[in-house]
């Protein structure tokens, strides 16, 4: 009965002792797994990249189409039209053409007249006008002359060029931020120059950027209109004084006895120029004549 009793107080306490280790165990396990939890593991790590780069093509192609949108709806296109016109006054045309410019606050680039060949005056102007008055300055032009020989417009489209312009230029700005901090943070002057040099570079780069992206803008901004004007006087009945009937008639009359002056003139000296030759052959011709006469006259008699 003892052993019995004593076997049953053995297991008793190891099943206590099993509770206790279970229970350990428990506690320790939560802990244990909440902490591996709290690192991230590598596949964690790879997904979050994936998802970050994934963030970035979507930002790239909606910049993309931002770029795209901004092209569509505003195109960088140089306008450049050429008019060639008749007026009847060259000066009044011209003063016309030059302060329309000026309201539509353009200039003048070139202005000439000339003389041509025919006694009529040509005259050329280079105007730039803003483009959103560049087809009105044209037709007003138009509607100052007497007819219109041609007219012409061609456009250039810069878009790409400018886009491209200004993000090499985003990107040289960049560089140069930070090169501007690499100078600063320089310990030894080798470094220093080298960094100089690299940064004078970028910043020449910029500034050739920055030149043609203003010029491109002007070229956009303000159309180029080239006109010629030729001057056609209006057709109208001349007075005696401007016909100069008399003096024609005379100058008629002179050139005729000159012309009879010269014929004979040319005549005296063909037959003294070539008497050597035809006083001998006239001699020939009428001793051959006087011959043949007196020959016919004896078979006549007989």
Not at 140 to 151: G, L
């Amino acid at each position: 009965m003892t052993g019995i009793i004593l076997l049953f107080l053995l297991m008793v306490t190891a099943g206590c002792s099993n509770n206790d280790s279970g229970n350990e165990a428990a506690v320790d396990g939560p802990s244990s797994s909440v902490g591996e939890s709290d690192q991230p593991t590598v596949e964690q790590r790879d997904d979050a990249g994936s998802v970050e780069e994934a963030s970035d093509s979507r930002e790239a192609e909606n910049n993309a189409e931002v770029i795209d949108n901004a092209n569509q709806s505003e195109r960088k296109v140089i306008f450049h039209g050429d008019m060639t016109i008749e007026v009847s006054a060259l000066e009044e045309v011209q003063s016309h053409i030059q302060q329309r410019v000026e309201e539509v606050d353009g200039y003048i680039v070139e202005s000439s007249v000339n003389e041509s060949e025919n006694d009529r005056r040509r005259g050329t102007l280079v105007a730039r006008v803003p483009q959103e008055h560049f087809s009105s300055f044209l037709d007003e032009v138009e509607s100052a002359s007497q007819r219109v020989v041609r007219r012409s417009t061609r456009g250039n489209d810069v878009t790409e060029e400018y886009v491209d312009l200004e993000s090499r230029l985003r990107s040289k700005e960049t560089v140069e931020q930070r090169l501007t901090t690499f100078m600063e943070e320089a310990e030894n002057t080798e470094d220093l120059l080298n960094i100089s040099n690299e940064l004078s570079a970028v910043q020449e780069e910029i500034e050739r950027l920055e030149g043609r992206i203003q010029y491109l803008d002007n070229r956009v901004d303000y159309a180029t209109a080239t006109i010629q004007m030729e001057e056609h006087a209006a057709s109208s009945l001349q007075d005696s004084d401007s016909l100069e009937t008399w003096s024609k008639a005379k100058n008629l009359f002179m050139s005729s006895i000159n012309g009879i002056v010269s014929f004979f003139s040319t005549l005296i000296v063909f037959v003294v120029g070539l008497s050597p030759i035809l006083v001998p052959l006239l001699a020939i011709t009428a001793l051959l004549l006087f011959i043949r006469k007196r020959k016919a006259g004896k078979e006549k008699g007989e």
